[in-house]
Structures are given as structure tokens and as C-alpha cells.
């Protein structure tokens, strides 16, 4: 069971949530005093309010919380950022399902606290026995994993740790493994990939994991796992460098999501490919105006060095599409233009696959977990072109996001393929410091139960 979770709790403490025009309307105490109370402390339900009523031995007993509109899904995650240790259960769940409940549960109590020499245990919830609990805490596990993996500092988030990671789920879950690295990658042609990591001091390397039955609908998944972006030779500043760790947040949720199809056993076939590298600079790093070859056979003149995310995940959807799977999907921290186009929250979504795009979106309204669809402008691919190679890596300073997408769509030969350019970030929210963020996991986890569950 996930640690914020709980089936036995002991003595929990009852917790009302609450919408402006519900605590309005009470006509009656939830619980003595409660509304002597509240108006003694200026509770009104207004989102994050939040009112703590000790019992006789002093402990919290009932919890007054504030939901505002009731319009995030996450706004749970405010209050058990800030409770006590100890365990609490819903007595009133203001109208909000309990699995966006559950899931806030778990963001908010969420501590990367790997590196801390004192660790404190987080609120537990009550959460429900059997298939549902277990279901909740899978999805709570997979989201703190990846979170885990964005926040983990690149000096141990290598392009080896990315490969530990996958090579310890596949022990866990029987599925096969295998790891290409170095110059290895040349040999068995992801020369990109080899383009990029190449100048790091851990090598590049190409990770594939299936899982599955043969015969069952395939699922592709490709993840970008830069463990660390200097830009390159196009050299970052050092602001824009300060968060680049989160620079394989794609690799983690495209393991996060196989985390979640493999433990709940989804009768599928699974292969999950990441193009793990750094980044870096030295002597034989790739330059601007170099021409590099793809995997697909397309060449690929450099315009900037700091756009090295699509060529990585160009050579990862050139293998999957090998495979002629069913449904491709990928997930990378691909653009800054991404977040000046929809901010820190929403996560982008490109695909030309009307039915997966419908599919995904109605899974972000009923999970609360927000994604936006974005176009794939065919007639941007005139600024990917180069007079010297078949496509140019950077698309200039316009629709930056857009452009990127479409280069991709450049690898891609399957019919229904979705890009994710997710920021696998989130500004302090919730009473938490800034760190890694699952962007668009659980809409995604929740179309894949809806079309493949039993």
C-alpha cells in the first residue's frame, strides 16, 4: 500500500471538505461547534482554508477544508501538504470523486527526501480494501516514482541510472530488457542518439523493455531521457540550466505509465523505448551546422545544439514504429515554447488520430488531469527545411512547440500516434517546494484502462 495511504486506519480524524455554498447552506453541525468554530477562524470554504478541531486528547479529530469551486481536482493536495502524521478519512467529500481525492492525497504528502537526514512520515488516508485500493495505490506509487526520478540530481540521474531504472522494472514485472550503449549505438544504427550523448562522460545509450503477450494489441511508448541539458555547444544560461535534471521527465513517465499497464496486468503487448544521454560539452561534441543520419535514413542539419531533444526521440520512434504498433505514444520535455504557450499545468498534446485525441481529452475531464490539444500544422514543416540535408532541427522563434511536433512526425509511420511536450515541473504549489510534477500521466493511464481493461 502506498506510505499516505491506509485500509486499517487507527483513531483517523474526519475530514470535511467544503464549497463556499455548501458550508453556506449547513443547517446543522457536522460535528459540535463546527460552525461556532469555522466562523470563529473566518472559514468560509474558500479554496485552501483549512480548520484543524483537537479531540479531548488534544490530536486532530475533525478537519474543515475549503475547496473552492471544486474545479481542481488537486486542491486536496493543499491540505495534506500541511497535516500532521497520522491517519484521516473522508467524512465529507464536498462532491469531488474519490479518486481525484486519493490521487491529491498522495501529491501533496509527497516529500523527495532521498538526500535528507531526517525524514518524517507522511498523513495517511483511508482508502478502500480489495481492487479499488490497490488501483489507487498503483497510481500513487507510479506518480511518486516518477517524481522520484525527476527530482534524483543528474550526478545520479545518469544516462546508467535511467538504464538501472528500467532494467530493475523489468526484473520486477518479468519483462525482457536491453540496453544498447556507446558505440554500440553506431553499430546498431540510432546514430543521433550517439550524435547526442556522445561528449558525455557516461555513455549514450538505447533501452527497450517488452512486456506482454504476442498477439494482444500493441503499445508503443518513447520517452526523451536527457539526464542532464547544457544546451550543448549552444550553451544554456546558467538560469536556464538550474532545473535541467527534469530534462528526462519524458523517460519518466513513459516508464511510469509502463509501470501502471504492467502492474495491473492490461492485456496488451507492451514495448517501452527511452533514448537515454547528457547533454554535454567537449571536444567531440555535435556542433551547429553539423548534418547528422537517422535511423529512419533522413538527414538532419543542426541549427542549434539546444534542440537535441527530437533527434534522440526521432531515433526512438523510428524503432517502435518498426514494430507496427497499435498505438504509439511519447512523452518528452521537449520546448520552452511548450510552457509559453499553456504555462506550467497543462500539458500538450499533439495527434492527428481524431478518435485517440477524443479518447484522451474526455480521460483528462473525468481524471481532473489537465491536457490541451494542439495542432500539427503541416505547412510549418517549410521552416524544418534545409538547403543542405533533408529537415533543419530548429524550426526558428515562432510556434516553437508546433514545429517541434512536426519534426517528429517526420519518423513516425503508424496511424495513431500522440505527442506529449509535458514540463514534468511544477513552481511550489500545495505548500511544497518546486520540483518534478506527473503532467498528463493519469488522463493517459486512464484512456489505456478504458480501451484495454477487462
Not at 73 to 82: C, G, K, N, T
Not at 258 to 271: F, Q, R, Y
Not at 398 to 422: C, M, N, P, R
Request: proline content about 6%.
Amino acid at each position: 500500500m502506498h506510505k499516505s495511504f491506509t485500509t486499517q486506519p487507527v483513531t483517523p480524524a474526519k475530514i470535511y471538505l467544503c464549497t463556499p455554498k455548501a458550508f453556506a447552506a449547513l443547517t446543522e453541525d457536522p460535528f459540535e461547534g463546527a460552525r461556532a468554530i469555522a466562523t470563529a477562524q473566518g472559514f468560509t470554504g474558500a479554496a485552501g482554508q483549512t480548520v484543524l478541531v483537537p479531540g479531548s486528547d488534544g490530536r486532530v479529530a475533525f478537519v474543515l477544508f475549503g475547496i473552492g469551486a471544486g474545479k481542481d481536482a488537486l486542491a486536496v493536495a493543499a491540505l495534506s501538504a500541511r497535516l500532521p502524521e497520522g491517519d484521516y478519512e473522508i467524512a465529507d467529500d464536498g462532491g469531488q470523486p474519490f479518486e481525484r481525492i486519493a490521487a491529491a492525497w498522495a501529491d501533496g504528502a509527497y516529500r523527495f527526501d532521498r538526500y535528507k537526514s531526517e525524514k518524517t512520515a507522511p498523513p495517511r488516508l483511508k482508502v478502500p480494501g480489495g481492487k479499488e485500493g490497490e488501483a489507487l495505490s498503483r497510481e500513487a506509487d507510479a506518480a511518486c516514482h516518477l517524481r522520484d526520478m525527476v527530482n534524483t540530481p543528474a550526478a545520479d540521474m545518469t544516462p546508467a541510472g535511467l538504464e538501472a531504472e528500467m532494467s530493475a522494472l523489468a526484473d520486477r514485472f518479468g519483462a525482457a530488457f536491453k540496453s544498447i550503449v556507446g558505440e554500440d549505438l553506431l553499430t546498431e544504427n540510432y546514430p543521433m542518439v550517439h550524435a547526442v550523448g556522445r561528449a558525455g562522460v557516461d555513455a549514450p545509450r538505447f533501452l527497450e523493455l517488452e512486456w506482454g503477450v504476442p498477439g494482444r494489441p500493441r503499445i508503443a511508448l518513447c520517452g526523451k531521457g536527457i539526464t542532464f541539458d547544457s544546451g550543448g555547444l549552444n550553451l544554456k544560461t546558467g538560469d536556464g540550466m538550474r532545473i535541467m535534471k527534469k530534462d528526462m521527465g519524458g523517460a519518466a513517465h513513459a516508464i511510469a505509465l509502463a509501470e501502471l499497464i504492467m502492474g495491473a496486468g492490461l492485456p496488451v503487448h507492451l514495448k517501452l523505448y527511452v533514448s537515454a544521454a547528457e547533454n554535454a560539452i567537449s571536444g567531440n561534441a555535435f556542433r551547429p551546422g553539423d548534418i547528422l543520419n537517422s535511423r529512419k535514413g533522413l538527414t538532419v542539419e543542426i541549427d542549434n545544439t539546444d534542440a537535441e531533444g527530437r533527434l534522440v526521440l526521432a531515433d526512438a520512434l523510428t524503432r517502435a514504429c518498426e514494430g507496427e504498433p497499435d498505438l504509439l505514444l511519447d512523452f518528452a520535455t521537449l520546448t520552452g515554447a511548450a510552457r509559453v504557450a499553456l504555462g506550467a499545468d497543462l500539458a500538450p498534446l499533439y495527434t492527428d488520430d481524431e478518435t485517440l485525441a477524443a479518447d484522451i481529452l474526455a480521460a483528462s475531464a473525468h481524471t481532473g488531469d489537465p491536457v490541451w490539444r494542439m495542432p500539427l500544422w503541416d505547412p510549418y514543416l517549410a521552416d524544418l527545411k534545409s538547403p543542405v540535408a533533408d529537415l533543419v532541427n530548429s524550426g526558428g522563434s515562432f510556434a516553437g512547440s508546433i514545429t517541434a511536433a512536426v519534426f517528429l512526425k517526420q519518423f513516425v509511420t503508424v496511424k495513431s500516434w500522440a505527442h506529449f511536450d509535458i514540463w514534468a515541473w511544477r513552481k511550489a504549489k500545495y505548500g511544497r517546494p518546486d520540483g518534478g510534477a506527473a503532467c498528463g500521466l493519469r488522463a493517459v493511464w486512464s484512456m489505456l484502462e478504458t480501451r484495454y481493461g477487462a
